[in-house]
Structures are given as structure tokens and as C-alpha cells.
């Protein structure tokens, strides 16, 4: 038997169901990989992240070689190229069917079907990037969950009685191969401050449970510590599964924390919004259209501020905590998730400018930059998506600052402009650089949050007084 293995966002040999699969019962297996440049440029995605992407591959290309078996990478600009591409290139070697790992953007799914039509071989389709199976955890009534409470609770329920499946690498298939370096063409960042591969990843996730998990529900909101464990890069290619995440806890525990308050539960209930984001998306196209999760939200009336939009990217607002996590951002690709959320927040509560720009914004400069969290992550902030923040809290970032850099050492790291400002008015200021730095260049603050607050609460409540008309 012949398998063609088609890896798409699993970069890894480990815990592969598709790879495990094709190499079962001793088939010859050949992987492909095909790389779409345009369509990369279409979903908006980062230069860094192509990058990574790049030195993963070759990664797999290596370890894939170790099993003895060949990784060709195949180029069509756009998805809709794929199914006439692969289908000529498969149907000249002679296989016998196609094993991929789902990917669950709309894109991607309709890409799948297409090929699925257009080749006359079984394709073989498996999950490969949740604990849970998407669609397979529903309400009695059968429809997806649209809050995370009772989908965490179905979610450990399933993993409590039915356990989680980790694959190992499939055996060697035969004698290692020499490869040939490969890299992706188009823009590329650097992200080498990121190691490649899996054994890098698994690396990361041993010493991250062995030094953070226990406390990780204490330390992880707090930017200038090293308190969660920065695998979403690894995570959001699959360069690491979310499996092996859930071996790492237990080899760390002896078993998986089912319950609040137990050491490592509150890292596991994140891997769970991760899962809760991409069955959400699975089971709800329109989050991979743009569309809001709440339909209503859609006629909320967002500003068209270009000159506050700019100020946002750039890190200029005048509130610190803000522009230190913009510029952390825009310099590494990377940001620490309470800063997601307090930058999101000021985008839509505080700027009024609609979550879409935010969200591609984050897609155009993050090494971890996946659909499924990114757009979840955006909506929850906006007040637009499922489970999201109530319309009525609005982040305030001064305060934030306070709460979670109380120090001012986050913001000292990114802005240097404020290196001086001792930590009692690093978060407003303003009044002490003007008597102590005169001719300073840090803007003052963009938006009077106190009133702009209010105006956000109006426009949701504007929503309502549409239902009643
Ligand atoms: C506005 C906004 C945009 C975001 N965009 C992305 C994105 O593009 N890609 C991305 O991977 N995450 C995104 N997140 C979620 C979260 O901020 C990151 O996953 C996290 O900061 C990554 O750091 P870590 O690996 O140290 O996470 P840890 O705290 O160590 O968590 C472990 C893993 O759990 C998952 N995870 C953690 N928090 C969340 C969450 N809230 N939602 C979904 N999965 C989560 C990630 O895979 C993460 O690597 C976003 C959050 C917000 C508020």
C-alpha cells in the first residue's frame, strides 16, 4: 500500500494521527506539504509566523527524513489552485489514499472538499488539534455550546471518563533519508528568538510544568514575569498538540486537576478555551467570514478614527500599559494575553473602532496568530462573541497598569521614554514628566477614558433601542 500524508498545520511526528495512521500495517508513506503564498497574504497572516512556519517545515522535513520517509513541498498560490495540483501530482505517483489532520477555517474546509471531489482515492481526515473531537460535545438539544461554562464542564466530564489518545512517532519506515534544505519564498521576519521543531517545544513544555504550572493561576497575569508558558507559536502550528500539553500536566501531577482550585487547573482550562474557540468556529462559518457572533452586535456604530487607529498601532495613546504592549507587539510578535485583552479592549471601549482592524492588526504581526483564538479573543473583548466580556465592563487601563504591572517594569522594558518615572506615576505620567522632563515627546492620553467609557456602554445600549422599535 502507498499513503500520501498532506501536512498542513501539524508540524510534528509525535501524536499525529494522521501520520500514525498511514504508517500503520507497514504501507509505504510519502508527505507533501503545499505551500499557497497568496492565499497566506489573503488570510492576513504574519511575516514572522512565515518564518517560523519556514524553519518548521524544515524541521519536519528532517525528522520525517530520520523515518525514512520523503517530504516534497508543493506550490499553488490560492486554495482554489490545490485540488487540480494535488490531484495531477497524486494520480502520477499512484497512491492509495490520503491521510491529513483537519484544518477548520472556512477556507481551508472548502479547499478539503474540493480536493476530496477532485481526487478518486479516500482521503482520510482526522483531528488532530483538540483534546475533543469538534462537533462532538454538545447541549441536550444537540447544538454547539455558546458559553464556556458548560462546555468546560462536558469538556472534563468526556476527558474524565474517556481519557485523551497520545500517539507516539510512527517506527522508522525504512533506512533515514538525506534531505535537501527547504524555505518558504515571500516576506519573512526573523523569529529565530523562537527555536524550531518539536524537540524544542516538548523542551519548552517540560520545564514549563516543571517550574510555572504549580503556580501559574498566581503569576500568570503579570507582563514582566515569565509566568505562563509562551507555547502558543508551537500551539498554534501544531508543532505541539494539545495532547501532548495534557501528558505534560500528568507527568507532572500524576494526574489531570478536574477541578478548581487543584494545582494546574487553571493552566488546563485555558488548553480548554483553546478547544472551546475552535469548536466555535467549526460549528459557526460566519466567525471565519468576519461576521460578529452576535448578529445584533452588527449594527453597532464603530468609528471610523484613522488617526486614533494609527495611534493604537503605533503605541502612542498616552496610557502606558497600552503603548508598552503595542510596541512589545510590533517589535517581538508576541504579547502577553492580559495585554491582549487590555489593548482590545481600549481598540473597541475606549477608541470605538470596530474589533475587525484590531483583530487583523494582531494577524499581520503575531508569530502566534491563529483564526480560531485571535477572532475569539477580539469578539470576547468587543462584547460581540460568545461568552463575551458584558458590554458593560470596560477594561480601564489605567487601573489595569496598577493592578498588573504595579512596578512599572513592563512598561520601563518598551517605552523608554519612561525610564525615569518612578513607579508611582508611571501609569499616569503625564503631570510628573511635564514638571520634571519638560519638552518630553510621550503623548498625552488620546481619549478621556472616564467619557469614552460611556459612549461604549451608549452604542450597545443604541442596540437595544433598535429590538424595541
Ligand atoms: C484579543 C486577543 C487575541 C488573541 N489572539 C490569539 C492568537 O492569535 N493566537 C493564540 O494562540 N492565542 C491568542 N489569544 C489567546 C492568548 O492571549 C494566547 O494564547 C496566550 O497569550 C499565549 O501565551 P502562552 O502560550 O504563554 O499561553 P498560556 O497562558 O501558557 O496558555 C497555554 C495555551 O493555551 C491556549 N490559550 C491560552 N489562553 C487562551 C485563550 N484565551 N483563548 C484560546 N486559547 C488560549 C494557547 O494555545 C496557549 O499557548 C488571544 C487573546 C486575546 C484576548
Not at 458559553?147 to 533515514?176: C, D, I, N, Q
Not at 510555572?212 to 498566581?218: A, C, F, H, I, K
Amino acid at each position: 500500500m502507498r499513503h500520501l500524508v498532506w501536512f498542513r498545520t501539524d508540524f510534528r511526528v509525535a501524536d499525529n494521527p494522521a501520520l500514525y495512521d498511514a504508517a500503520a500495517d507497514g504501507a509505504e508513506v510519502t508527505a507533501v506539504y503545499v505551500d499557497c503564498p497568496g492565499q497566506w497574504q489573503d488570510h492576513g497572516k504574519s511575516a514572522m509566523q512565515r518564518d517560523f512556519l519556514s524553519r518548521n517545515l524544515q524541521a519536519l522535513n528532517e525528522q520525517l527524513a530520520q523515518l525514512g520517509i520523503a517530504l516534497t513541498v508543493l506550490t499553488a498560490d490560492r486554495f482554489v489552485e490545490v485540488p487540480a495540483l494535488l490531484a495531477e501530482w497524486v494520480e502520477a505517483r499512484g497512491f492509495d489514499a490520503l491521510y491529513a489532520n483537519r484544518e477548520i477555517g472556512i477556507d481551508e474546509r472548502r479547499r478539503d472538499k474540493a480536493v476530496q471531489q477532485t481526487l478518486t482515492m479516500p482521503c482520510r481526515v482526522y483531528n488532530g488539534d483538540c483534546v475533543v473531537d469538534h462537533g462532538s460535545l454538545t447541549t441536550r438539544s444537540g447544538d454547539m455550546y455558546k458559553v464556556f461554562t458548560p462546555f468546560a464542564k462536558s469538556w472534563l466530564a468526556r476527558v474524565g471518563a474517556s481519557g485523551y489518545r497520545l500517539l507516539p512517532a510512527p517506527a522508522a519506515l525504512g533506512e533515514p533519508l538525506s534531505c535537501e534544505p527547504l524555505s518558504l519564498s515571500g516576506e519573512r521576519v526573523s523569529s529565530e528568538a523562537w527555536p524550531a521543531g518539536e524537540a524544542a517545544a516538548a523542551q519548552r513544555l517540560t520545564q514549563f510544568c516543571q517550574r510555572s504550572l504549580r503556580d501559574y493561576g498566581e503569576r500568570r497575569d503579570f507582563p514582566a514575569e515569565d509566568g505562563t508558558s509562551s507555547l502558543s507559536p508551537y500551539l498554534a502550528l501544531g508543532i505541539l498538540s494539545p495532547n501532548q500539553c495534557l501528558a505534560a500536566i500528568e507527568a507532572e501531577l500524576e494526574q489531570l486537576p478536574f477541578s478548581r482550585g487543584e494545582p494546574g487547573f487553571v493552566w488546563l482550562n485555558e488548553l480548554i478555551w483553546r478547544d472551546f474557540y475552535r469548536h466555535l468556529l467549526v460549528a459557526f462559518p460566519r466567525l471565519s467570514m468576519g461576521r460578529a457572533f452576535k448578529p445584533d452586535t452588527e449594527a453597532l456604530q464603530w468609528s471610523r478614527d484613522d488617526d486614533g487607529f494609527r495611534a493604537w498601532c503605533a503605541g502612542q495613546t498616552g496610557y502606558p500599559i497600552v503603548d508598552a504592549a503595542m510596541r512589545c507587539l510590533k517589535q517581538t510578535g508576541w504579547m502577553h494575553n492580559r495585554l491582549r485583552m487590555i489593548v482590545a479592549s481600549f481598540l473597541t471601549k475606549d477608541l470605538h473602532i470596530d474589533w475587525r482592524r484590531g483583530e487583523a492588526w494582531f494577524m499581520a504581526r503575531l508569530i502566534d496568530g491563529e483564526l480560531a483564538a485571535n477572532n475569539g479573543g477580539w469578539q470576547w473583548a468587543a462584547g460581540t462573541g460568545a461568552d463575551a466580556a458584558p458590554y458593560f465592563r470596560v477594561f480601564n487601563p489605567t487601573t489595569q497598569g496598577e493592578r498588573f504591572d504595579a512596578e512599572g517594569d513592563f512598561i520601563r522594558r518598551w517605552l523608554p521614554e519612561l525610564a525615569e518615572v518612578p513607579a508611582r506615576v508611571i501609569h499616569a505620567p503625564h503631570d510628573w514628566m511635564d514638571t520634571h522632563q519638560p519638552g518630553h515627546s510621550y503623548p498625552k492620553p488620546m481619549v478621556d477614558h472616564a467619557r469614552a467609557r460611556l459612549h461604549a456602554i451608549a452604542m450597545f445600549d443604541a442596540l437595544k433601542d433598535r429590538e424595541a422599535v
